[in-house]
């Protein structure tokens, strides 16, 4: 039937337009018209047309060059001897070629003729037409008659083959076609153009429909839910004036760790939690100055022994807080006037934690960080307020413990679901130590958030974190 | 952070009668300790790894007190008096844990639950702060049992009996045969000829350290006199720790003296207990917080958080008990006074700036592919960086190039071993999981993959989208990858490629400067069937 509803327009369609329309597969096209037409509902026409195909050798001359050519350029001006002429496809030129009257052999010696070196630098008619079969330019309409010569040739040197095929084209659809479209009692079911144009609904009804039937759903294609709530802490931060930065997965320890004042010991660097790496092991710092001030700060601060070894393993950054750490450390050459200076990073960090429905390996963090002068606790608690307020949180902090910060703060977001506070972040103001070690002058405010987190308490939908990094289509299909 | 367990009636008869449950709950979450839980008889908290003296009953019932102004800051002063108990500290001892301080508590009352608890924080202290007794360990002995003279070493052998052991055993034999042997032998390793740390007296061994104390010195809540022992591989550390200790035992009425420590080239008596002071101006304190709380309110904050405090030259002078471990500098100060004076009652206040917020160039582009993908009638995925050699190879039937990507050391999750180099077999991983859903599904990802460059790890965005359906074809991949390049305006060629993920002849690369970017093809049925897909798939995928 919906092979009548496209030619229903009283169009002639070929095989393939109707294949495009109806989205019926190609054996299933062929029965129905085979059947259509021994009914008498459509007209079918059996074409003849030549079917070129091209061999991997002649797709590989379409690509480089033929091999006469190849030879004829290889010999030039001078002569050559036949028997320097070893190279497989320079033997199968050296026979076209001859063939051709491109070269002369004498004496041993191989010599091109006048029209050989005429022929250098152009590209013959074989190539030309080779080329286009390649591409399949060669359209329904065949070659020129020019090319006639040239394409059999090409059959005869077998780069090309042609091969004969009886295909269906211009079909359309008989006047019982045409009745067996519409229903038995006269009524219009399908409108069409040819009905619009000539108003030949004038006078007659339309088929009423069932309008409470079930349908199959509709699947629109969406953004992952996760996503948008990225989107959202980014826009989040640009009404706050926050730019954004980014910065290296793969880190060495010192940029995760030890530029933001971690003990070496410490058993947040342990194992247990972090993803160190077999390849590549060790991951050289390159900034010795940089190295050199944390090592200070470290060795003044925890009297220990600083050592570079364990700060060059190379991990999976556990935090944002290391591209905040960079862009802290890198920044050179801020003016007065330029502070406070607002930053975000939206990122994967990795834990290395055993799988299950609360506990991810990767999963997403959000850092933020203002340097500036005078800053205060109550800069801080202003801000978070502000993000956390836009995304539609209430949010609170307590106080509580993180190496590099001091005063550190617990960022707590209210959970409506289950009334209760949960555990967003932590935040507060960068220790002085990394603040020197950085060779800055500033009061830096920093915190870092999860953002999985931020999604499930605002879309009940979602139960478990690992339900976003399953895709599951039908998953997706309900978002 | 650390978890302990405190009995409720021994918690309360410590900080006074009058504290009730509901009050005491609301005040803990405000000093900075989180509450896990309470049961009938114990209330469950979680104590922040700056703050070992809270892993104390007895140190956390005396914050609650200064907290909740029952008390103000104490002194923790020893009486200055050559010390009556010697430790001789061998050469020995230089090798292993070079370091040991000492205290002598005289006096105690302790019974089942207060000896208990004290012996828990001890152990804690070892495991935390400690680094699981590699740093630091704790060991308490009953001081009456003990005959002079003491020496610390390392020794080759000996044979003592083991706490709650009925035989005497050697070294070797403790080691292996008890709980604590097993799990803190690795501290001292366990070559061949290996020496043992040990604390002896006249009659023989007190403790194999850091591994388990003599049954003969056990402390049971009859012990009057306690000698404790701290070692360690930081001088600095187990001082600080004597102190700690020595702070806890006066608060439960103990008697403290020191104890002579005579290492070969000098000596010194331990816990020496001095007393530090930090000055910082008034202002300071105001400004880093962002509040006024004037002189006369920051001595009594100094006093809510156990510092002695006075003011003068508009300058506040605070003298730091010696419990206080993790005060390194003057904002350690600050931040207790901002917890003294309350985070709920800081006004926020706003950080003025005229410049507009910028997002990355990389964002915008990915958020413009995106965009387009979803108008090709494909739905965004987002999958984990992390996966095996088994996914990102294996099952589509390439090898793996030894150094050519990135593999993690010692994951805990089976299938996690690597870093993923590309994003196809996770959008295959995807459909797996949809073989039930109806067709057709078209899906993509814009996200990292990762490999190694000279020896260095690369990371890059790529974009991935699959078609499943029975009735497409690979003129539909080849659309939806000549949209994408006119796009994102690619200067490319599409040249036929082999690949081992797809089908012979159906497969193109996607060229650029001499470099295939990306490709695109029918997956190879082997390759669906690795991942039990059903239906036939068409495939693209591009470094962006």
Redesign the interface.
């Known amino acids: 039937m919906a092979v009548l509803g496209a030619l229903k327009a009283g169009r002639t369609l070929d095989f393939d337009e109707i294949l495009r329309e109806t989205g019926i597969n190609k054996d299933s096209l062929f029965w129905a018209l085979e059947n259509l037409s021994k009914e008498g509902m459509v007209n079918v026409e059996r074409i003849n047309k030549d079917e070129m195909e091209i061999s991997d050798e002649g797709r590989d001359y379409a690509e480089s060059e033929m091999p006469e050519m190849l030879l004829a350029r290889r010999i030039g001006k001078g002569k050559i001897e036949i028997g320097k002429i070893s190279e497989q496809r320079e033997r199968i030129g050296l026979q076209w070629a001859k063939a051709k009257g491109l070269i002369t052999i004498g004496n041993g010696t191989v010599e091109l003729t006048q029209k050989g070196r005429e022929g250098i630098g152009k590209e013959s008619v074989e190539k030309i037409v080779l080329g286009k079969i390649a591409r399949g330019d060669i359209g329904a309409a065949g070659i020129e008659r020019s090319e006639k010569e040239a394409l059999e040739n090409l059959v005869k040197r077998k780069l090309v083959s042609i091969r004969k095929k009886t295909i269906i084209g211009n079909i359309s659809i008989t006047d019982a076609g045409m009745k067996a479209s519409t229903t038995a009692n006269g009524e219009i079911d399908r409108v069409n153009r040819k009905m619009i144009m000539d108003r030949s609904w004038v006078g007659k009804s339309f088929k009423k429909y069932d309008v409470k039937v079930g349908v199959e759903e509709a699947q629109a294609a969406k953004m992952h839910p996760l996503r948008e709530t990225i989107n959202n802490v980014k826009d989040a931060y640009l009404g706050m004036g926050f730019t954004e930065i980014s910065g290296p997965i793969v880190e060495p320890s010192f940029w995760v760790h030890d530029t933001l004042f971690i003990p070496q010991d410490h058993p947040a660097r342990d194992v247990q939690d972090t993803f160190y790496l077999e390849n590549p092991e060790r991951m050289t710092v390159r900034n010795r100055d940089i190295m050199r001030a944390v090592s200070r700060e470290h060795e003044r601060a925890w009297r220990d022994e600083w050592r570079t070894d364990v700060a060059e393993r190379a991990m999976l950054r556990t935090h944002m807080t290391s591209v905040s750490a960079r862009f802290l450390y890198d920044l050179k050459d801020y003016k007065e006037y330029e502070l406070p200076i607002k930053i975000f990073s939206v990122g994967r960090v990795f834990r290395n934690e055993s799988i299950d429905y609360r506990h991810l390996a990767d999963f997403y963090q959000t850092d933020g960080m203002i340097i500036g002068n005078g800053l205060t606790l109550a800069n801080l608690f202003d801000t978070l307020t502000k993000i956390f307020g836009s995304l539609g949180f209430g949010v609170r902090f307590m106080p509580t413990y993180f190496p590099f910060v001091e005063p550190g703060v617990e960022v707590q977001a209210y959970y409506k679901e289950k009334k209760e506070w949960l555990e967003l972040g932590g935040a507060g103001v960068l220790r002085n130590e990394i603040v020197k070690a950085a060779g800055k002058k500033a009061s830096v405010l920093a915190w870092g958030l999860g953002i999985e987190r931020m999604l499930l308490m605002k879309d009940s939908r979602i139960k478990t974190i690992s339900e976003l990094y399953n895709n599951g289509v039908g998953w997706s299909r309900k978002m | 952070m650390a978890g302990v367990s405190f009995g409720k009636r021994y918690l309360f008869r410590l900080i006074g009668k009058k504290e009730n449950e509901r009050r005491l709950l609301e005040h803990v ?4 300790v ?1 509450v896990k839980g309470i049961t009938k008889d114990t209330l469950e908290l979680d104590i ?4 070992p003296d809270l892993l104390d009953i007895v140190g956390f019932a005396r914050s609650v007190r200064s907290f909740t102004h029952r008390a103000g800051a104490r002194s923790y002063g020893i009486k200055d008096r050559e010390p009556q108990v010697e430790i001789k500290v061998e050469k020995s001892a230089g090798k292993m844990r070079p370091f040991i301080s000492a205290l002598v508590a005289k006096r105690i009352k302790l019974d089942d639950v207060s000896l208990a608890h004290f012996l828990s924080f001890t152990d804690k202290l070892s495991d ?1 702060y400690g ?1 699981r007794r590699s ?1 630091l360990a704790i060991g308490v002995h009953n001081l009456d049992k003990i005959v002079s003279p003491l020496t610390y070493g390392s020794f080759e052998g000996g044979s003592f009996v083991p706490l709650g052991q009925g035989d005497k055993m050697s070294y070797s034999e403790a080691m292996e045969r008890t709980k604590q042997g097993s799990e803190y032998g690795y501290t001292i390793g366990n070559g061949k000829r290996r020496l043992f740390p040990a604390l002896k007296d006249a009659e023989g061994t007190l403790a194999l350290i850091p591994i388990i104390n003599s049954e003969r010195t056990k402390v049971t809540p009859s012990t009057a006199n306690m000698l404790i022992d701290i070692t360690g591989t ?1 001088g ?2 187990v001082e600080r720790m004597s102190e700690l200790l020595a702070c806890s035992l006066m608060d439960s009425g103990a008697e403290v003296s020191r104890v002579r420590i005579s290492y070969p080239d000098r000596s010194i008596a331990t816990p020496e207990m001095k007393m530090r002071h930090i000055e910082i101006p008034l202002a300071r304190i105001e ?5 006024i709380i004037g002189f006369n309110n920051v001595l009594s904050l100094a006093a809510k958080m156990g510092y002695g405090a006075s003011y003068g030259n508009k300058r506040i002078k605070f003298s730091v008990p010696q419990y206080r471990m993790d005060i ?2 003057e ?2 100060v ?2 207790d006074m ?2 003294a004076y309350g ?2 009652y ?6 003025f ?8 160039d ?2 915008t582009l990915n ?1 413009r592919i ?1 965009v387009e ?14 996966t095996s050699e088994a996914v990102n190879f294996g099952r589509m039937l390439i090898k793996a190039e030894e ?1 050519s ?9 089976q299938n ?1 071993t690597m ?1 993923r180099t590309w994003l196809l077999p996770s959008l295959l991983g ?2 797996s ?2 073989v ?3 067709m057709p ?3 993509f990802e814009v996200d ?1 993959a ?1 490999g ?1 460059k000279e ?3 690369s ?1 890059g965005y790529r974009l991935c989208c699959v078609i499943a359906d ?2 497409a074809n690979f003129n539909d991949i080849k659309a939806v990858a000549e949209d994408i390049i006119r796009r994102i305006g690619i200067d490319c060629r599409i040249e ?1 490629i082999r690949h081992g993920s797809f089908v012979e002849g159906r497969v193109a690369g996607i060229i650029s400067k001499r470099n295939e970017v990306g490709l695109f093809g029918e997956l190879h049925p082997e390759v669906l069937d690795n991942f039990k897909i059903e239906e036939p798939c068409f495939a693209l995928e591009l470094g962006i």
């Open positions: 979450p405000k000093m900075g989180e922040t790894p700056n703050r935390t680094r740093k930081s600095y550390a400004q880093s917080i962002g509040v390194i500098s904002q350690d600050v931040e901002a917890i985070y709920d800081i006004q926020p206040i706003p950080v700036s005229g410049r507009p917020g910028r997002l990355e990389r964002t958020k995106s993908m979803v108008g090709l009638g494909f739905s965004e995925v987002m999958n984990s960086y992390l150094d990507y990135i593999r993690l050391k010692d994951s805990k999750t996690i870093a995807n459909l999981q949809s039930h859903e109806s599904q078209r899906i990292y990762f190694m020896g260095l790890p990371e029975p009735k036929a």
